[in-house]
């Protein structure tokens, strides 16, 4: 993958996490996660149509980003990591809505919680 000279430390997490999100597997694996607030791996299996072994894969790559926890061998068990998933709420809120005199130049959407609503 190309490298940006200059990045932050934030941007390279953002990056590395977008990245592990960008397939539709892991991102349903993330779905599933929330929604159960923890999954052993063979439950994963029973939702997605893949191999144990690619959810596995799939499961290291979250892991690796941040976006989970839990343990790989023995008795699998994962769980979102909280910190990742609030980090990453606050990094795309200050991406949308950048502090100062930058969101009323954005028109003031940041201001409202309806913001997009008749767009959606």
Known sequence: MKTIEGLTEEEERAAAVFRALGNPARVRIVT???RRQACFTGDLVDVLP??????SQHLKVLKEAGIISGAIEGNPCYCLDEQTIHWLVDFCYRICCPPGEEAA???GCCETVECGADER
């Open 32 to 34: 599933e996660l929330a």
């Open 50 to 55: 893949l191999a144990q072994s690619t959810v």
């Open 105 to 107: 130049a954005a028109g």
